[in-house]
């Protein structure tokens, strides 16, 4: 960081009011010129509205296929996605490797990759991880929220670690070069694939407890454990996971920025935005299934960091990274290139 950008970490932002003429022809032309990565769109939501993204600059969505499903669920909701992808084919283009999302940033589309929150579409054979592999998926968070065969999610109170099926599903997922993901999961659980892992773990759409505190929020201590080998998390647009009431400014979000690089330094945060919008039915059906704890998650409507309410205004958050006195390094890193390296990096190995 550079001097203005390390004020910020010391709790001093710079004053908001507009961006001057020559720092919005450089954040304008940083956000048109970067690869811009959102590490988590919830896919229903995704689907239906992928040109705000397209509207935003973005240049690659990670979009959740499967979470608590099963496994003939999963290829359903897979084939879909296919569908879909053959359908818009002009501005939408899968990839499985960090290649293809430059070549779509070169193409003018809009590169996707498919993501699970979850491993329920695994099931109890972790032979299907390579099946999954081979479809395209390339990141697999082990648990949302609840336990599952894998380990404990973050809502659960026994907070048990990484079990031994579990410890076979990261090794395969290691093998087949698919990145794990620790958001949504337990303390313990996370800790421990972060041992048992022999690639970095990211953390795809999390904030920090110590900025606000939240079960879906990350400890330092975890922050530590996943920077410190490398990993890289996602900043989280979710408003009850930025603050702790009413809709989060930038600068709330950005907060959380400033934490992790107090931590780890910079180089560790990218974007999982997690633009997710659903109608009370569904919301109270979560609430009753247990899947989501009314604490953690208010009832809707819910409304993402001011200036950046949707991804189709994603150029303000560049244009506030900017005015923050951020180098055009750190704001590259921040947009994409912190996910896309760790994405090569684990990829690769596929």
């Known amino acids: 960081m550079n001097q203005t950008s390390l004020a910020t970490s010391q709790g001093v932002s710079a004053p908001q009011g507009g961006v001057a003429p020559e ?19 919830p896919g229903d939501h995704w689907s239906e509205n992928f040109d705000q993204w397209i509207t935003g600059g973005a240049t690659c969505c990670v979009v959740t296929v499967a979470s608590t499903e099963s ?8 084939g879909g996605f296919y569908k879909l992808l053959s359908e818009s084919s002009d501005r939408l283009v899968l ?8 070549q779509a940033k070169t193409d003018g589309k809009l590169a996707v990759v498919m993501q699970f929150q979850g491993t329920h579409p695994i099931e109890y054979d972790y ?16 648990t949302y929220n609840q336990r599952s065969a894998v380990g404990d999610g973050c809502e659960e109170p026994g907070n048990a670690g990484l079990s031994e099926f579990g410890h076979k599903v990261v090794e395969e997922l290691n093998r087949l070069g698919i990145a794990v993901d620790l958001a949504h999961t337990g303390v313990q659980t996370s800790l421990d694939a972060i041992e048992a892992s022999a690639s970095p773990c990211i953390v795809s759409h999390s904030n920090c407890s110590s900025v606000h505190k939240s079960k879906r929020n990350l400890s330092d201590e975890l922050i530590r454990a996943v920077t410190g080998n490398g990993g890289v998390i996602g900043l989280n647009g979710f408003p009850a ?15 959380h920025m400033v934490h992790i690089d107090s931590l ?15 109608g009370i039915v569904q919301y109270e059906q979560f609430i009753s299934d247990g899947l989501w704890h009314p604490g953690n998650y208010p009832p809707p ?7 950046i309410e949707d991804p189709s205004t994603l150029h303000r958050l560049t244009d506030r990274l900017v005015e923050r006195g951020y180098t055009d390094e750190e704001i590259r890193g921040v947009l994409g290139e912190n996910w896309m390296r760790i994405f090569d990096k684990i990829w690769s190995k596929a």
């Open 264 to 278: 780890a330094g910079s180089g560790h945060v990218g974007l999982g935005l997690d633009y997710y919008q659903c």
């Open 71 to 78: 496994a003939r669920e999963t290829m359903k909701s897979i």
């Open 23 to 41: 720092a919005a022809q450089r954040a304008e032309a940083l956000h048109r010129t970067s690869i811009i990565v959102d590490g988590t769109c």
């Open 241 to 255: 996971f930025v603050r702790d009431a009413g809709a989060p400014t930038l600068d709330d979000l950005i907060d």
């Open 301 to 307: 409507p819910w409304n993402f960091p001011a200036g």
């Open 95 to 102: 990839a499985t490797t960090t290649e293809e999302i430059r």
């Open 127 to 142: 032979n299907l991880v390579e099946l999954y592999g081979r479809l395209g998926v390339r990141i697999v968070q082990l």
